[in-house]
C-alpha cells in the first residue's frame, strides 16, 4: 500500500505495464510468411495477441503472440483475452533500427483514439486493447528482433484518494465466486475485458450481472454524494485486469479511463466505483474473483488533462527535432480541435530486460536452424544408445575425438562414413590422388561427377562429401605426398619431401587418433614412426583380395616403472603391443619380395572395404572407453569370451588385430608383441628420428638398407640364412605366442 | 494389447475432455483440425521463472534508444520484470503404438527451449526415484510428428501397458492415462474430470 503514496505527487493511480512474450511459434509462423507470402513486402500485417487475468501471484502482466496470432478471427479460449495488435516486419537490421519509433507510436496512438472519438470503444471494448509488434527476422542466424508497444494516452491523470480495496474486503465469500460465474458465462471474449458490473441491493449473491460497457449511460455508474466506496451495492466500472500486484491495476484499465472521461463527459468530476477483475482458480477447480481491486476513481475534466507536463504534437516532417527536443515543442492544447489525438502525448514503448528503450531479441537457431536440428538429432540418436543401454558409455569424448584419416579412398571413404555415425565432429582427410571413373562406386563418398574433368582431388572431394552429409562435420581435406622410405628424393624434389613431412608431422601433432588406410606398405612406415614418437593412437586396416586386416598399434608408455609385466601370456600391455612393422623382418621399399595383404588391394572383393573400415572404427571407439586407452591390454587367446568386463571396455574386448577370410567368412583376433628391432617404432629408429630429424627420414628414404642396418635385421638376416630356419611363410604364425 | 486405444477411442476421449475442460476453463484446445487423424491437444502453462537469467547481448544494448525524456510517464510502475517459463503440453495420438503420447515442451522467456537435463531436474520430485533406473527410456526428446520440431515425449512404449491396467475400469481412458502421466512433468488434472467423467 505505502508504494501508492511513497513520494510527494506520487498517489496517482500508476498502472503495471504489459510485458510481451513472444511465443517461438510466432517466429516459426513468420518466417514462413516472409518467405511465402509476404516476401520483401513491408506493410502492416493485423496480428492477434492474448492475456488472461487469471495471473497467479509472482508472474507480471504478460501479452501474449503466438502461431495463432496470423489467424484471421481470434479463436482465444475462456479466460483468455484476445488484443489488436499491428505486426511491422521489417526486412532488414538498418531500417527496423532507423524507423522513428516515436513517430510510429503516435501512428499507432492516432488509431486508437478513432476508435475513442469515434464511440466504436463502447461497442467493442476490446478496441481499446491493443499493440504493435515492430520486428526484424534475421533468417540466416534465426535470430528474432521485436520491441512492442502498447499505445496509450499520457492522460487522464488520476489522483486516488482512498487505497485499493481487495474485492474480499466488500463483497461475500458467495459473490466473488458468483462474479467469477457470470463474468465467465460472458461468451463474446470482446466483452469480457471491459465492461460493467451490476450489483444488487440485497446483498444476495444471484444478482450480480455483468452488463457491456455500451450500457453505461443507461445505468446508474456514479457513486452518490456521501456513499461509502465499501457499500457493495451499485454499478461498478469494470475491466480484466491482467496485474496480480496488490496495489495497481494493468495496463488496460488505463485506456478505458481515457475512454470514459472522452465519451462520458457527463461522469466527469463523480466518483466511480471501478472494478479490476482478476480471476484465481481455487484448489477446488473452482474460478474466484476475490484477488480482484475495487478503485474509487474521479474522472478529471479532459481539457486539464495534463496539467503538469504540456501536451506536445510530433509532425512526422520534425521526427528528429520531436526526438531532440520534445519538451520544447509548444502546447497546442485546444478543446474544440477537431483531431484532438494529435494534441495528444502516446506512451507505451515497452522497456527491455534491463529497463531500457529498446527491442529484445530471441535466439531461436536450436530450434530453427536445420543445421543445429541435425546436430540435435545426430547426437541424441547416440544419446539414446547410452541412455537405454550403455550409461557408461562416454559420447563427449568419441565427438571429440580429432581423427586423421590418412588415405581417402575405399578404406577412407568406409572409415569417415561410420567416424560420423559416431558423431565424431572432426576429421581430416590425406589424399594424394584424383577420383578416377572406377572410384565412385567403391569409394562411398564420391559420386560419378567428382570424376569428371580429371576427377578432382580425393581429399577435398571426400571433405566436402561428409559436409554434405552432415553439416555439423568439421571434415577438411589435405592433398599430401607421403614421403616412403627406398624412394630416393632427388635434389629437386628435397625441399617437397621437407615440406610435405612437415605437414605429416603437424597434422599428427593436432589430431589424436591416425588412421592409416593407404593403398602401400611404404606409405604407411613415416606416419608410423612419427604418430609412435608423438604417442598418437594408430589404427591402421589393410586389405587383401579376400582378406583384410585390421590393428591398433601399441603406444610407447614413457613411464618404465609403470610398465605392467606380462599377464601370464593371457594378454599383452597396450604399450608392448607391435605396430605394422613389428611383425616384418624387412624394411619396406623392396616390397617386391615379400607381398604383404595391402599390397593387392586394387584387386579386393569390394565389400571387404566396408568391413574392414567399420571395423577400424569400432576397435578405436572400444578402445577410446576403456580406461587405459591405447595402453587396454589385448587378450592374445583367441575365443577370450570370458565375462565381459575382464577388458574395461564397456563395448566388450579390445582385440591388437583382426583379421579376416572372406573366402571362409572366417574372423580371428590376435595379439603380438613389439618387436625390439622393428624398422618403425623400435626405440633405436625413435631415437634417431627424435635425435636427428629430417637428416635421418632422408637417410631412410635414400638408402634402402639403412633402416635394415640400424635396427640390425642385417644382421639378423644374416644369422637366419645361416641358420637355414627361417621361412617368410611362418612369420604371422610366429607372433602368435 | 488389451491396454491398445484406437483412433475412434481416443477421438472420443479427447472430445470429451474437451468439453470438461472447457466447462472448467481449463485451457486445453484442439489443433490440426483438418488432418484426419492428426489432430491433437494443446495446452499451455506459464510459471514464473525463477531459475533462468538472461543476459541481453551487448548488440541488443546497441539497440536501446534515449526515448526516456519523450515518453516521460509518472503514470506507469515500474516492477522488476518477472520473468515467466512457457510449458506447452500435446496430447498425440501413436498409429505405431496406439495410444495417447503426451509431448511436451518449456521455454524461458527469451525462446531458449529448456535441455532435457534440465527437463530431468524438474520432473516431480515424487517421480524422480522410481524413475531415475530407466529415465531416458522415459524421457526423451523427439521431432513432433505434426510441427517437425524437437519436442520432449513421454516415451510411449509403456503405455499400452499401462492402459490394460486401467480398462474396464476408466470411462475415459485418456483421462485417466493423462492424469497419471501427466504429473510427473508437472501438468495436473483438476479432479473434476474424474467426477464428470464418472458421472457421464
Not at chain 1, 603391443?577 to 595391402?598: E, H, I, K, W
Request: charged share 20%; hydrophobic share 35%.
Amino acid at each position: 500500500m505505502s508504494a501508492m503514496l511513497q513520494t510527494e505527487g506520487s498517489n496517482i493511480l500508476q498502472y503495471s505495464p504489459f510485458n510481451s512474450s513472444v511465443d517461438p511459434s510466432f517466429w516459426h509462423q513468420l518466417s514462413h510468411v516472409k518467405l511465402d507470402i509476404d516476401r520483401l513486402e513491408e506493410s502492416a500485417r493485423p496480428i492477434w495477441g492474448y492475456y488472461s487475468n487469471a495471473v497467479p501471484p509472482g508472474l507480471t502482466s504478460n501479452l501474449h503472440v503466438d502461431c495463432s496470432a496470423y489467424n484471421e478471427e481470434c479463436e482465444v479460449q475462456k479466460p483468455l483475452l484476445g488484443a489488436y495488435g499491428i505486426l511491422l516486419n521489417k526486412n532488414t537490421l538498418e531500417t527496423f533500427k532507423n524507423c522513428n519509433k516515436i513517430a510510429l507510436l503516435e501512428e499507432h496512438g492516432q488509431e486508437l483514439w478513432h476508435s475513442i472519438t469515434s464511440g466504436e470503444a463502447l461497442n467493442n471494448p476490446a478496441l481499446l486493447s491493443r499493440f504493435f509488434l515492430l520486428t526484424y527476422a534475421d533468417l540466416k542466424k534465426y535470430h528474432f528482433y521485436y520491441w512492442s508497444a502498447f499505445p496509450a494516452p499520457s492522460f487522464p491523470i488520476i489522483t486516488l484518494k482512498k487505497q485499493p480495496l481487495r474485492l474480499v474486503d466488500t463483497f461475500s465469500e458467495k459473490q466473488v465466486t458468483e462474479l467469477a460465474r457470470v463474468y465467465l458465462a460472458v461468451d463474446d471474449w470482446r466483452q469480457r475485458g471491459y465492461f460493467l458490473v451490476k450489483v444488487g441491493s440485497d446483498g444476495d449473491s444471484s444478482s450480480i450481472n455483468i452488463v457491456p460497457l455500451c450500457d453505461i449511460k443507461k445505468v446508474p455508474v456514479a457513486i452518490p454524494d456521501g456513499e461509502d466506496i465499501k457499500k457493495t451495492e451499485g454499478v461498478y466500472v469494470g475491466v480484466a485486469d491482467p496485474c496480480p500486484l496488490p496495489d495497481h491495476p494493468g495496463w488496460p484499465l488505463r485506456n478505458l479511463l481515457a475512454l470514459l472521461s472522452y465519451c462520458c463527459s457527463e461522469l466527469v468530476g463523480l466518483r466511480l466505483r471501478v472494478l479490476c477483475l482478476r480471476l484465481r482458480l481455487l484448489p477446488c477447480s473452482t474460478w474466484s474473483t476475490k484477488d480482484s481491486l475495487v478503485l474509487e476513481v474521479t474522472l478529471p475534466p479532459i481539457s486539464t488533462t495534463e496539467p503538469s507536463s504540456p501536451e506536445t504534437t510530433f509532425s512526422p516532417h520534425s521526427e528528429s527535432e520531436a526526438l531532440n527536443s520534445p519538451t520544447e515543442m509548444p502546447s497546442l492544447v485546444n478543446n474544440t480541435s477537431h483531431s484532438p489525438g494529435s494534441k495528444v502525448r502516446w506512451v507505451g514503448w515497452e522497456r527491455n530486460e534491463r529497463g531500457k528503450f529498446g527491442p529484445r531479441v530471441m535466439n531461436l537457431s536450436s530450434s530453427m536452424d536445420p543445421v543445429r536440428l541435425a546436430e540435435t538429432s545426430v547426437d541424441l540418436n547416440l544419446k539414446l544408445m547410452k541412455w537405454r543401454l550403455m550409461p557408461e558409455l562416454d559420447l563427449d569424448l568419441i565427438k571429440n575425438t580429432r581423427c586423421l584419416l590418412l588415405g581417402s579412398g575405399t578404406l577412407g571413404c568406409s572409415v569417415a562414413r561410420t567416424l560420423l555415425g559416431w558423431g565424431v565432429r572432426y576429421i581430416t582427410l590425406v589424399d594424394n590422388g584424383c577420383v578416377s571413373y572406377s572410384n565412385p562406386v567403391r569409394q562411398s563418398l564420391f559420386t560419378y561427377k567428382d570424376s569428371l574433368n580429371s576427377g578432382r582431388p580425393k581429399s577435398e572431394a571426400a571433405a566436402d562429401a561428409l559436409k554434405a552429409i552432415f553439416p555439423g562435420v568439421e571434415s577438411c581435406g589435405v592433398q599430401l605426398n607421403i614421403p616412403m622410405p627406398g624412394h630416393p628424393i632427388g635434389p629437386s624434389l628435397l625441399a617437397d619431401t621437407r615440406t610435405n613431412t612437415q605437414v605429416l608431422e603437424e597434422l599428427i601433432g593436432s589430431h589424436d587418433v591416425v588412421f592409416l588406410l593407404m593403398d602401400s606398405r611404404e606409405s604407411r612406415w613415416l606416419p608410423t614412426l612419427i604418430a609412435a614418437s608423438k604417442r598418437k593412437l594408430v589404427m591402421n586396416a589393410a586389405l587383401g583380395f579376400d582378406t583384410y586386416l585390421v590393428m591398433r598399434h601399441g603406444v610407447k608408455s614413457d613411464d618404465a616403472v609403470n610398465s605392467i609385466p606380462d599377464c601370464s601370456g593371457k594378454s599383452i600391455p597396450g604399450h608392448k603391443l607391435g605396430c605394422y612393422f613389428c611383425n616384418d623382418v624387412t624394411a619396406p621399399g623392396n616390397s617386391q619380395r615379400d607381398r604383404t595383404l595391402d599390397q593387392q588391394c586394387t584387386v579386393t572383393r569390394p565389400g571387404i572395404s566396408a568391413v574392414a573400415g567399420a571395423l577400424a572404427v569400432e576397435l578405436m571407439v572400444s578402445l577410446l572407453q576403456h580406461p587405459l586407452r591405447g595402453y587396454a591390454p589385448a587378450s592374445c587367446v583367441e575365443e577370450c569370451h570370458s565375462e565381459g568386463g575382464e577388458e574395461g571396455s564397456p563395448l566388450g574386448l579390445v582385440p591388437h588385430s583382426v583379421r579376416g577370410f572372406l573366402a571362409k567368412f572366417q574372423q580371428v583376433s590376435l595379439a603380438s608383441h613389439v618387436f625390439s628391432q622393428c624398422i618403425a617404432c623400435s626405440d633405436k629408429v625413435l631415437y634417431e628420428y627424435e635425435t636427428r630429424g629430417f637428416d635421418f627420414l632422408l637417410q631412410a628414404f635414400n638408402t634402402p638398407d639403412y633402416l635394415e642396418d640400424i635396427t640390425g635385421l642385417t644382421q639378423l638376416h644374416k644369422e637366419m640364412e645361416d641358420a637355414q630356419i627361417w621361412e617368410l611363410s611362418d612369420s604371422e604364425s610366429c607372433d602368435l605366442e | 494389447m488389451a491396454g491398445c486405444v484406437p483412433w475412434e477411442e481416443f477421438n472420443r476421449c479427447i472430445t470429451q475432455l474437451l468439453t470438461i475442460s472447457d466447462r472448467l476453463s481449463d485451457g486445453w484446445t484442439l489443433h490440426n483440425k483438418d488432418a484426419p487423424k492428426e489432430t491433437y491437444l494443446v495446452k499451455k502453462v506459464i510459471i514464473p521463472d525463477t531459475e533462468n537469467k538472461s543476459d541481453l547481448s551487448p548488440f541488443a544494448v546497441s539497440l536501446e534508444e534515449p526515448l526516456d525524456d519523450v515518453l516521460e510517464d509518472a503514470n506507469v510502475i515500474r516492477e522488476a520484470g518477472g520473468r515467466i517459463l512457457t510449458w506447452e503440453y500435446h496430447v498425440l495420438y501413436s498409429r505405431s503404438y496406439l495410444v495417447p503420447v503426451l509431448y511436451f515442451n518449456a521455454w524461458t522467456h527469451d525462446g531458449r527451449l529448456l535441455s532435457l537435463e534440465d527437463m530431468w531436474c524438474r520432473v516431480h520430485a515424487n517421480f524422480q526415484d522410481s524413475l531415475q533406473e530407466n529415465r531416458w527410456s522415459v524421457l526423451t526428446q523427439q521431432e513432433h510428428p505434426v510441427l517437425r520440431r524437437p519436442f520432449y515425449q513421454l516415451h510411449p512404449c509403456h503405455t499400452a501397458q499401462l492402459l490394460g491396467c486401467f480398462r474396464g475400469k476408466s470411462p475415459n481412458i485418456v483421462i485417466t492415462w493423462l492424469s497419471t502421466v501427466g504429473p510427473v512433468v508437472g501438468l495436473t488434472l483438476p479432479p473434476q474430470y474424474a467426477e464428470i467423467t464418472s458421472v457421464e
